[in-house]
């Protein structure tokens, strides 16, 4: 069997009483009255595209572990969701988006890292400090936000410029402020019961009224990074790459590949040995995170399982 064939096919599926269909660069969201319908696809994006061939499971994956954090989670910060009827759909109440990603980061890792060493000291409003190592911990962590781009790149904001510019006032902001740390806060503790440290992540919040809810993907391995607690001091000692459970490994490869999103580069195709890595390093965080076994779905009419089960739960 060929590796799409384990795959979610594209599909847009048409509920009874919908209202509006959106495709996201992984999730496609389906509006029914004050309800949304999210399926996660196996899509996979990297420096804001999405590349051609989906990854096994992925969708999967990301909809458990998203669910499972946001269980684990609600005493904090409501959330959008209300049930998981398929273990690729997520159903729960519709929200105004805030047209803000809230980008926390406990390390000097990815982007942040890349900004560092291009010789800037300021990301997003917040001074960094001279003499850090790629992968050092920040004292606190920082809150670096970027704003939610409908297409194209996301790109970095301050605070100052979030609040100047209107985009949220400033009591929600202080509010998803809260929420960030203190959700981040949790990953953390979570994270370190099961060997790994969360080195930085994003959440997406909505307003239902006047409530500040969660929604989209929490602590997902395409939202966030994790290390390896094991060995990290040992590595950073010396120098060397932090073994890490995330998305980045996907980015690496593409930038070897001479792929980072930049106008006249071509996407490379991952080879099938590649992509099987990039289902393997899904699962496996998965269940370190979650301490269960990963029972991978049905794979034979996976469209006709989720149109059913979407419509049981309606």
């Not at 890349?114 to 010789?119: F, M």
């Not at 979570?190 to 060997?195: H, L, N, Q, S, Y």
């Not at 289902?279 to 996976?302: M, V």
Request: glycine share 8%.
């Amino acid at each position: 069997m060929s590796i799409e064939n384990l795959c979610i096919p594209e599909k847009q599926f048409s509920f009874p009483g919908q209202t509006k269909y959106y495709r996201g660069k992984v999730r496609d969201v389906y509006s029914i009255g004050d309800k949304l319908v999210m399926i996660a696809s196996d899509r996979i994006s990297s420096f804001d595209h999405i590349l051609p061939r989906p990854i096994p499971y992925k969708g999967q994956v990301l909809n458990q572990i998203a669910a499972w954090f946001m269980s684990q989670t609600k005493d904090i910060c409501p959330n959008w969701i209300t049930a998981v009827p398929d273990p690729n759909v997520a159903i729960g109440n519709r929200c105004e988006p805030i047209r803000v990603e809230m980008v926390i980061r406990g390390y000097l890792t990815g982007h942040a890292w890349r900004t560092y060493k291009s010789g800037l000291r300021t990301l997003c409003g917040v001074d960094l400090p001279e003499g850090m190592n790629e992968n050092d911990k920040f004292t606190t962590p920082i809150i670096t936000p970027a704003t939610k781009a409908e297409e194209g790149h996301d790109e970095d904001i301050s605070r100052e410029d979030i609040l100047l510019q209107g985009i949220v006032s400033e009591k929600d902001y202080v509010i998803m402020e809260d929420y960030t740390r203190k959700l981040f806060q949790r990953g953390t503790e979570m994270a370190a019961e099961r060997g790994l440290i969360l080195v930085d992540t994003k959440y997406e919040f909505g307003k239902i009224g006047d409530e500040i809810v969660l929604m989209d993907e929490i602590h997902t391995p395409d939202s966030s990074r994790y290390f390896y607690a094991d060995g990290y001091e040992e590595n950073q000692a010396a120098g060397r790459p932090q073994r890490q459970l995330s998305k980045e490994f996907v980015r690496e490869w593409l930038m070897e590949n001479g792929f980072q999103g930049k106008d006249g580069q071509t996407m490379p195709v991952m080879p099938d040995e590649f992509v099987m890595q990039v289902t393997d390093r899904y699962i496996e965080l998965y269940e370190i995170l979650t301490g269960r076994s990963f029972e991978r779905a049905k794979t034979e009419s996976i469209l006709e399982r989720i149109e059913k089960n979407v419509l049981a739960a309606l």
